[in-house]
């Protein structure tokens, strides 16, 4: 991964936060093609997207070209509709990619895996196929070992209703994303990235609103890129900016899918496998203080500010799951969910949040306590205004142990309940 020298990460300290007042690039001395953001924006989002690309970009007088400020997009549901996770994972079970666990124990696929869901697997998917081999998720023979990994990966629980994980953090992994990279053991990550280039193209393909058949349940077809967020990245880019790519997706899909944009492979950042002999495992890679093979620190809440400090900055250790200085940290952040609450607040110039009426993210983004935060609705199939305000005050947050409590500010006070207003 690149890696950015100490002189380039004294940028934002030196800038800070947007300035009051800036020169528009067109009227510099010495003249700068200045790059536009594109339309199609809510309220006056656009313009103060364009006011962050003449503040930090390349035509800015007061900053050498080699300092380049940083932008890190989440992916699912912020530069694309719909989550290519979820398109892959048909794909591999209506195409009979997932193999059975090559020691035949289903708990070796996660270490939050409950004994209820490991029984409920290992019944309706064993007698289908030897350890390490295919399972044939896409005949009728093999509808019921579909259905139960479709449950257990979508709902979080079994066919039958009994809870499937148990025991992670949750401000550092979700178990269900990360099974679904753990489910990947046995291929290598070209192979991976063939399977999702496949989902990728049905789905571009299919039309909006489109559903398909995985053994026996209806589930969503289609994907689509965001032209706004094509365009943004593209500005950003011309302007100079480095452009990350942050998701709770498996790493080799998200690389499959970041190409269109222009973000190369080496500024993607999903969940990572160890990988053994050329193959994927199903461990995953650490982050901060939390070693390979813990698989407890993925691209999740806390656990993406800690892969971002770790592979855009260089922190390693344990100061890379903490709030970096301002030197150390992107300029510009972009997501949609509670899954992106912390890189986001840690951006230090702008923080762009599409509307999913997720509770966490939105009390934030709401009560906009530094003026920095920017909500917009998505660009396709936007969600109607919530009828009730979000829970700010009292549940909106959900701590380690899953516990739901007050989304607090950095002052401690809490937030107060907010209504929705950008939809």
Request: aromatic share 8%.
């Amino acid at each position: 991964m690149r890696r950015h020298l100490p002189a380039a990460l004294a940028l934002v300290a030196a800038v800070g936060a947007l300035p009051a007042t800036a020169t528009p690039a067109a009227a510099r001395p010495g003249g700068c093609d200045r790059p536009v953001v594109g339309a199609g924006w809510y309220g006056d989002n656009q313009a103060r997207l364009q006011r962050l690309v003449d503040d930090y970009g390349r035509c800015t007088p007061y900053r050498p070209d080699r300092h380049r400020p940083v932008a890190v997009f989440d992916w699912d549901n912020t530069v694309v509709k719909n989550d290519v996770g979820d398109a892959t994972f048909f794909w591999l079970l209506r195409n009979g990619k997932v193999r059975r666990p090559a020691d035949g124990d289903w708990s070796g696929t996660s270490r939050y895996l409950t004994a209820p869901a490991a029984r409920a697997l290992s019944a309706a998917c064993d007698p289908l196929a030897a350890p390490g081999a295919p399972l044939p998720t896409g005949t009728r023979e093999g509808l019921a070992c579909a259905d139960e990994l479709n449950a257990v990966y979508g709902t979080g629980a079994t066919r039958s209703g009994a809870t499937a994980f148990a025991g992670w953090n949750h401000r550092t992994t979700e178990p269900g994303y990360a099974w679904l990279a753990q489910l990947m053991q046995g291929w290598t990550p070209a192979q991976v990235r063939s399977f999702a280039a496949a989902a990728r193209t049905e789905n571009l393909t299919a039309p909006i609103g489109a559903q398909q058949q995985v053994g026996s349940a209806s589930v969503t077809g289609w994907v689509r890129y965001y032209d706004q967020q094509k365009a943004l990245i593209r500005t950003l880019r011309t302007a100079g900016f480095d452009v990350w790519i942050s998701s709770a997706s498996p790493q080799p899909v998200v690389e499959a899918w970041a190409g269109t944009v222009g973000v190369r492979a080496d500024h993607v950042i999903g969940i990572r496998n160890v990988v053994k002999a050329g193959t994927l495992t199903p461990h995953l890679q650490g982050c901060g203080s939390v070693p390979d093979g813990a698989d407890s620190m993925i691209t999740y809440i806390d656990g993406k500010r800690c892969w971002i400090n770790r592979e855009v900055f260089g922190v390693r250790g344990a100061a890379a799951e903490r709030v970096g200085p301002p030197g150390r940290r992107q300029v510009f952040a972009a997501g949609d969910s509670d899954t992106d609450v912390s890189f986001l607040s840690d951006a230090t110039a702008l923080r762009l949040v599409l509307n999913r009426n997720k509770n966490e993210l939105m009390c934030r983004a709401y009560d906009d306590a530094d003026g920095r935060w920017l909500v917009n609705p998505m660009f396709i199939q936007p969600k109607p205004r919530k009828a009730a305000a979000y829970p700010c005050a009292t549940t909106g947050y959900t701590g380690p142990d899953g516990t739901p409590g007050p989304v607090l500010r950095g002052d401690g006070s809490a937030v107060p309940d907010q209504q929705d207003t950008v939809y």
